[in-house]
T-cell receptor, first 114, second 112 residues
């Protein structure tokens, strides 16, 4: 496998459920990101990890909990979500957390909260 | 604050038509500018970029020129194909930051 892989591709969950999104990159990158893509809104950067340490947390509600066990894997743990959290969640990676470094994106997980 | 504004879509064109997708930005300083493309069911891919004023980014027949005087980075292609149907995102990155600030995206639909 190459690139950035996200699983599952689609997820439907109730507001009381707990689920996790998984992201894996095979590019040897040191930085990984979670973005939220909602309809007709700009992509929102949620979390940034560099060498497994969180370097960015953009005022994201605590019902979203990221985990980065190593530089190749990134998780987003979800619990007690709201319907407005329904969106496409994109994972990305880059060589470093620096300017002008290209970000490579996964295909995303389409999340629906019912 | 820094932001990116794109024309609302969808943009619907016939094959071989000329494409322009407008993008303007607001930034304190001199950002790098990017176009990303998202094909159906896929993640975003970098299409082209420009890092300073008057630079022209190009790739796959697409072009965009960094215009400081009009704070714009419009995407153009002379002859679109059905396979160009996708959502196009304009983005900027400030000198001092790794963060990408995206526009809302413009959907392009090319009909045969």
């Amino acid at each position: 496998e190459t690139g950035v892989t996200q699983t599952p591709r689609h997820l439907v969950m109730g507001m009381t459920n707990k689920k996790s999104l998984k992201c894996e990159q095979h590019l040897g990158h040191n930085a990984m990101y979670w973005y939220k893509q909602s309809a007709k809104k700009p992509l929102e950067l949620m979390f940034v990890y560099s060498l497994e340490e969180r370097v960015e947390n953009n005022s994201v509600p605590s019902r979203f909990s990221p985990e980065c066990p190593n530089s190749s894997h990134l998780f987003l743990h979800l619990h007690t979500l709201q319907p407005e959290d329904s969106a496409l969640y994109l994972c990305a990676s880059s060589q470093e957390v620096t300017r002008n470094t290209e970000a490579f994106f996964g295909q995303g997980t389409r999340l629906t909260v019912v | 604050g820094n932001s990116v504004t794109q024309m609302e879509g969808p943009v619907t064109l016939s094959e071989e038509a000329f494409l322009t997708i407008n993008c303007t930005y607001t930034a304190t300083g001199y950002p790098s500018l990017f176009w990303y493309v998202q094909y159906p069911g896929e993640g975003l891919q970098l299409l082209l970029k420009a890092t300073k004023a008057d630079d022209k980014g190009s790739n796959k027949g697409f072009e965009a020129t960094y215009r400081k005087e009009t704070t714009s980075f419009h995407l153009e292609k002379g002859s679109v194909q059905v396979s160009d149907s996708a959502v196009y995102f304009c983005a900027l990155q400030m000198d001092s930051s790794y963060k990408l600030i995206f526009g809302s995206g413009t959907r392009l639909l090319v009909r045969p």
